[in-house]
């Protein structure tokens, strides 16, 4: 079950060279190529001719051709070229996507395209800011249905468990987390208090001796997701902290696209208000997120496989209450748009 009308990465940037790359989003096959003058273009992957994947063709200009017949679409879908025929076909089109590039981002819209407003692109503060820093985003497929993700990115306990060498320490165990939900998604958050920084952040954190520490986990429909983290000296923490002298921020973006109902693309980049031209530090960082996210993922497969194979009843507890109401809203959400697609053939 997927939110249809949302838009989802399809690619960084960067992995969409000069040939077709194929993707599955939401269990839909699309081709992704460039256009001469750079843009993407992101069209369905079958030609309307015995459905062969477009990604198995050849671009020519600023077209795609099937490999098949030699059919010849454009960047709209349109075919536009039909060897060895008098006349196109009527209909004789495939599906173009809306396809937006930010962030080093390819975000495709996989709904209704009449609805598709760039504007309704996850915002990311500070994007572009010199004196903030930025990691190389970086991506993974995770073999896991995407509300598990969700869950976990709703979770700010786990990381004691399952990143005690970078995002969690003993201190993450018993502070209580509140849970917050506006129109746009859910947040689990905590402040706690008088604790030690956390393994990966302790060479970015520019005051010694314990901290406040804020974990901010926000996810908003459909499944992307801002996890915040702030230090700042003991004492300090609050609303305001953020902007403390000595605040240390790191914003964590987390976009997650369901491939199907078992798998999930995951990709990610962080930025932080310290040492913005700093590329050890920036290198750091990413190799330090890449391998807590590989824990993440042993984890999450691990859990798909759990619900799989297991007929014991699931028991919910307390750190539980955001990913519920999370699920809960999205699943109401998609029932919406599925009710709302129906209603033109409803008499
Ligand atoms: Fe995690």
């Not at 750079?38 to 050849?58: F, I, N, Q, T």
């Not at 407003?117 to 991506?139: C, E, K, L, M, N």
Request: net charge negative.
């Amino acid at each position: 079950m997927f939110l249809r009308n949302a838009w989802y990465v399809a690619a960084l940037d960067i992995e969409l060279e000069d040939g077709l790359m194929p993707v599955k989003m939401l269990n839909e096959r699309i081709v992704l190529y460039r256009k001469t003058d750079g843009g993407p273009v992101a069209l369905e992957d079958a030609c309307v001719h015995r459905k062969l994947p477009l990604s198995m063709g050849r671009i020519k200009g600023d077209n795609v051709e099937c490999a098949y017949h030699g059919m010849t679409y454009d960047g709209s879908g349109q075919c536009v070229r039909l060897p060895c025929a008098d006349r196109i076909p009527k209909g004789a089109r495939v599906r173009s996507y809306p396809i937006v590039s930010r962030y080093g981002l390819l975000w495709v819209w996989m709904g209704d395209a009449r609805l598709a407003q760039p504007s309704a692109i996850f915002g990311v503060d500070h994007y572009g800011d010199p004196s903030w820093g930025i990691t190389r985003g970086d991506a993974m497929t995770v073999d896991c249905n995407y509300l598990y993700m969700t869950d976990n990115l709703l979770d700010p306990s786990h990381v004691a468990w399952v990143h005690p060498g970078s995002f969690g320490n003993a201190a993450c165990e018993s502070e209580t987390v509140q849970v917050k939900a506006d129109p746009t998604g859910v947040t689990a958050f905590r402040w706690m208090r008088e604790v030690d920084v956390a393994p990966i952040y302790v060479p970015f954190v520019r005051f010694s001796g314990v901290c406040d520490r804020l974990q901010h986990y926000e996810v908003r429909y459909p499944s992307h997701a801002l996890i915040k983290a702030v230090f700042v000296p003991s004492g300090a923490g609050g609303p305001e902290a953020e902007h403390h002298e000595s605040a240390f921020v790191m914003d964590s973006y987390n976009f997650l696209t369901p491939v199907d109902e078992q798998h999930t693309r995951y990709y990610w980049f962080q930025m932080r208000n310290v040492l913005p031209d700093d590329p050890q530090a920036s290198r750091l960082l990413a190799d330090g997120v890449r391998s807590a996210f590989e824990e993440d993922r042993v984890i999450l497969n691990a859990v798909q496989q759990g619900f799989a194979t297991t007929h014991s009843p699931n028991i919910d507890i307390a750190i539980d209450s955001a990913p519920l109401r999370f699920r809960r809203r999205l699943r109401q959400l998609i029932d919406r748009e599925r009710d709302a697609r129906a209603e033109p053939h409803a008499t």
